[in-house]
């Protein structure tokens, strides 16, 4: 992959690159890796070529040439109850073509799920609405331009609401700009684009992102010993009720609204009891709250005599179309999986002889009705915020914030950052989660926990370097380089630990450029010239490493094609430099 010095305000986006930028030693300026975006067939995909020709309906529903589209059909459990109709009746016609088939494409193609298709048509309405109010006279896709752009981009900047929802709404038309240009290379004006940044916003972390996807383990040990009491407490009820049924009906058969009561108490302790079980198994497997929910009535697969000790969970993989799949629990974890299995089937087992034959959970309503247990209902008895739910009856909060946010899918989160912390690859944690590609997963890691995990385990090992690696072990230690007043903080507060690219650093910053001169990959032991601040393990020096075979690669290449190339020099430059600081490293030379 080339890397490029050039200028910040370069429009890549308008060329079509990919760009990723890293700090260059030289003169402060920006490295540019630049890479070329895959341009996607559109041809390739039969399913989207047939539908936009009429010939297929989705869903038996609809086709391409319908005005409103029904999706109820693709609907999970989580989206049943909005999102599921795309209607284009708003959109002018010269365009709505166009749109049609840019939904169409993600539908088809990308296969986004509902709620995204029914943002990308709200963010289409308001496009279409800046055009019929800002340029009433334009009627063909050619007529847009780089003024279109810039106008709606304005336009979007000045509606009357925030800022995520203006992202929401600028992003999917730059997308949709893009798939213009690429279908309708002969038509559209490639002036037409609209930046990737928004006024300079990016997308704002939710609440849970700027927390803790993954549910930290002191979380998940808590639920664990909540729900042990939970279950202890509902079988108690079960029992007691049934005593109060028995002697509502032998002796007491003219009290109907105290039997009517008990009955009641008692179907709502056996869902409840449900519920626990589906808990336990979305925390053990990680899986999708939506697929444990409509797993089958027997879902374990027992492992083989040379596969380790534990147990498989199948489920239907809906999302990623992937048909069955399964899942390995180990020991002990895998105990609590069967118990939950077992106990589920028992509570339901004569529900089981309806039409739900092959659920394994399923509720029973108050007049006897048996049904699915869908995703509300869980969430609901789950985190419900008025007091009733699992999490606020059992006070079980480790943020103050996070029981705002607190739902299922951290566990899937939490298994991928065990699955980490545990040695596994990033492969292998992408086919046990079963996404499409590694960057879904890598978002699904608690990167603190991993970090917080590797740097515990070089403090232990003894491999910690650095000029404050005294201070890690005995904060009673007096070092020269820092002041009174630091020391006394550290040892009040303790160090702050960042990672960064070379390393850790314990300067007490949180925002901002790093304000001291010299760079933390030049190690020394305090003298002049140093990083104080600076601390390392072997695995990070051979960050440095890898970056120069990554440069001689480069450089073997531009040798080969052209040796007296401004580029070669570059890349010897940029060698050298970087070897000289290993050579420090290697040697503990004070710079």
Known sequence: MKRLYVSSNYDFDAIGAIIRTEYSPFNGRKL??????????????KAYRKFI?????LGDSFNFSDEVWDLHYRATQATRGYGNVLDFTDIPQWIRPSIKAFLAWRLAFEKSANGVLKQTITACEK???YLTTYHPDMNSISELDLGIASGFANYVSGLQTNEVMKFKLYSPVRKFANFLKEKNKHIVSPNFYLLHRFNGYTKPKTLAEKKKKAAPPQFVNQLWARLEDEEEQLW??????????????????????????????????????????????IIA???RSSHVLLCGRNPLIPTKEDEAKGIWFQWNETKMKKAMQKVFVP???????????RTAQELTSDMALSELETQLFIKRDTKGKHMKISYYDMKNWFSESRGQGFLKR???????????????????HHRATALKLGG??????????????VNMTDVYMDRDAIARDKFETLVINGDLKGYMTELVYNKEVKLDALSTVELESFREIGLLVQTTRYGYCTMPLTKGPCPYENKCYINCDGGEGCCKYHLYGPEDVTVMVNEIDVYAEDLAKELEHNPESIMAQHYKAIIAHKQSLLNEIDQKVVV
């Open 32 to 45: 540019i890796q630049i890479s070329r975006k895959k341009t996607p067939n559109y041809g390739e995909n």
């Open 53 to 57: 020709e009429n010939d297929l309906r």
């Open 127 to 129: 496009f279409a609405k």
């Open 236 to 281: 108690k009820a079960l029992h007691r009720i049934d005593e109060e049924y028995i002697s509502s009906i032998k002796y007491r058969k003219s009290k109907a609204k105290k039997l009517e009561s008990a009955l009641i108490q008692r179907v709502k302790a056996s869902n409840h009891l449900v519920y626990c079980q589906a808990l336990k198994i």
């Open 285 to 287: 497997t990680g899986r």
């Open 331 to 341: 020991y002990p974890l895998s105990e609590d999986v069967i118990q939950a299995v």
């Open 394 to 412: 059992h006070k079980i909060i480790y943020d103050v914030d996070m029981e705002k946010v607190a739902g299922f899918h951290q566990f899937r």
């Open 424 to 437: 596994a690859s990033i492969g292998t944690i992408q086919a046990d989660l079963k996404h499409r590609t």
